[in-house]
């Protein structure tokens, strides 16, 4: 599994983007993958996760009902919708796929991770 983040820029509070995690390999369509964020000087954080058929997904408190986690698997993609973006969601963003099927908030349960991508928002 080799896993690229995408998407990522420098946007405005109140500005959407939508960030996408591709598998090259195409190997993960059997496993839950999950998105985290880590700002700077802070502890990596859970953002969302999907289930491997994407009818179950789990969101961090702080992003529901801005976020949105969806997937391709036909495409070996996972998305991030990213809504009503605010300041405080600047970081970098990194997909992982699990090593289950359904989603979990803990990242030690996350096999492979891609390499990040950075989102800032400005206010």
């Known amino acids: 599994v080799q896993l690229q983040a995408s998407g990522g820029g420098l946007v405005q509070a109140g500005d959407s983007l939508r960030l996408s995690c591709t598998d090259s390999?195409?190997?993960?369509?059997?496993?839950?993958v999950g998105w985290f964020r880590q700002a700077p000087g802070k502890e990596r954080e859970f953002v969302a996760g999907i289930s491997w058929r994407g009818s179950t997904t789990q969101y961090t408190d702080s992003v529901k009902g801005r976020f949105t986690i969806s997937r391709d698997n036909a495409k070996s993609t996972v998305y991030l919708q990213m809504n009503n973006l605010k300041p405080e969601d600047t970081a970098v963003y990194y997909c992982a796929s699990s090593r289950h099927s359904h989603p979990t908030s803990t990242s030690e349960f996350y096999r492979y991770w891609g390499q990040g991508t950075l989102v800032t928002v400005s206010s």
């Open positions: 390999k195409r190997t993960f369509s059997n496993n839950a």
